[in-house]
Nanobody, 121 residues
């Protein structure tokens, strides 16, 4: 099982970044893919998720309207487009996989290595 993230970096407030996550595993056929973040001194925060069963993304209120999740279900790849970034978005961002076609919780099975996103004011 492997989740490889890319796309983190440094951006000024108001800018954009796009994160990607490629998931591979012997049992990855119908999965839910999600994105989380963790800022220094804070707990892990759910951001967005997309289910294999239905193309109905779910977002946290803190990023709704600014972040967009998408996926290629055939290749088990997910992207998180982040627009109008704010300094408070600075965190390590993680992609995650739940081995379920439909899942609304936050208890995922596998996690990426994390990508640092830093937003300057």
């Amino acid at each position: 099982v492997q989740l490889v993230e890319s796309g983190g970096g440094f951006v000024q407030a108001g800018g954009s970044l796009r994160l990607s996550c490629a998931a591979s595993g012997p049992s990855f056929s119908r999965i839910t893919m999600g994105w989380f973040r963790q800022a220094p001194g804070k707990g892990r925060e759910f951001l967005a998720a997309t289910m294999w069963m239905a193309d109905i993304p779910r977002y946290a209120d803190s990023v709704k309207g600014r972040f967009t999740i998408s996926r290629d279900s055939y290749n088990n790849t997910s992207w998180l487009q982040m627009n109008s970034l704010k300094p408070e978005d600075t965190a390590v961002y993680y992609c995650a996989v739940k081995e379920a076609a439909a899942y609304w919780g936050n208890d995922y099975d596998f996690w990426g290595q994390g990508a640092q996103v830093t937003v300057s004011s």
